[in-house]
Antibody, heavy 121, light 107 residues
Framework: QVQLQESGPGLVKPSGTLSLTCTVSNYSINNGYYWGWIRQSPGKGLEWIGNFFHTGKTYYNPSLKSRVIISVDTSKNQFSLNLSSVTAADTAVYYC??????????????WGQGTLVTVSS | YVLTQPPSVSEAPGQTATITCGGSNIERKIVHWYQQRPGQAPVLVVHDDTDRPSGIPERFSGSKSGKLATLTISRVEAGDEADYFCQVWDTSGGLVVFGGGTKLTVL
């Protein structure tokens, strides 16, 4: 069973950069499938951030694209999210996940437990 | 691209709950459904309009007709009480879109 675990600071200052890491267990990122990040503001719905393939192909939400970078460290079997110039509107639970199939438009099948990031001074 | 779901649906145990998801040209899109219990990560319950991942009970089924996609939960149980989200890939916008979510209350 694929397992994912998000980690990173729970508090980020406004205008700073939110940085999270997703550590994958029981499956190698290099073996294929797309991987992604989703967030959920408190009491709100789900918002897609982006998907990527281990070869470097990435797809970002156009509304966040100017501030988002998703990168991968295959040696550690981890991938990361960097979101710059954050505001209170970026306060959310951030989830990482693995998509169901080997295409970028597939749904997320395996989810991390999520990590709450609060943007506040 | 906007997916519209009813904010809430209520159903008694043993009955059938239906949750709808509407969007422009949804008949041409592939729809997925997630269940999210309070404080937990979402769980994929239906993908590609009608398919169930392994481990998801047959009580959960998806369909699409006309302008609506529908998640049907048969023989509703207390454990089904959760938020349900539909999702598509919007080809024209190049992004994943989620519906606003429907809270299922089991009476």
């Amino acid at each position: 069973q694929v397992q994912l675990q998000e980690s990173g600071p729970g508090l980020v200052k406004p205008s700073g950069t939110l940085s999270l890491t997703c550590t994958v267990s029981n499956y190698s990122i290099n073996n294929g499938y797309y991987w992604g990040w989703i967030r959920q503001s408190p009491g709100k719905g789900l918002e897609w951030i982006g998907n990527f393939f281990h070869t470097g192909k990435t797809y970002y939400n156009p509304s966040l694209k100017s501030r988002v970078i998703i990168s991968v460290d295959t040696s550690k079997n981890q991938f990361s999210l960097n979101l710059s110039s954050v505001t209170a509107a970026d306060t959310a639970v951030y989830y990482c996940g693995r998509l169901l199939a080997g295409n970028y438009y597939s749904p997320i099948h395996y989810w991390g437990q999520g990590t709450l990031v609060t943007v506040s001074s | 691209y906007v997916l519209t779901q009813p904010p809430s649906v209520s159903e008694a145990p043993g009955q059938t709950a239906t949750i709808t998801c509407g969007g422009s040209n949804i008949e041409r899109k592939i729809v997925h459904w997630y269940q999210q219990r309070p404080g937990q990560a979402p769980v994929l319950v239906v993908h590609d309009d009608t398919d169930r991942p392994s481990g998801i009970p047959e009580r959960f089924s998806g369909s699409k007709s006309g302008k609506l996609a529908t998640l049907t939960i048969s023989r509703v149980e207390a454990g089904d009480e959760a938020d349900y989200f539909c999702q598509v890939w919007d080809t024209s916008g190049g992004l994943v879109v989620f519906g606003g979510g429907t809270k299922l209350t089991v009476l």
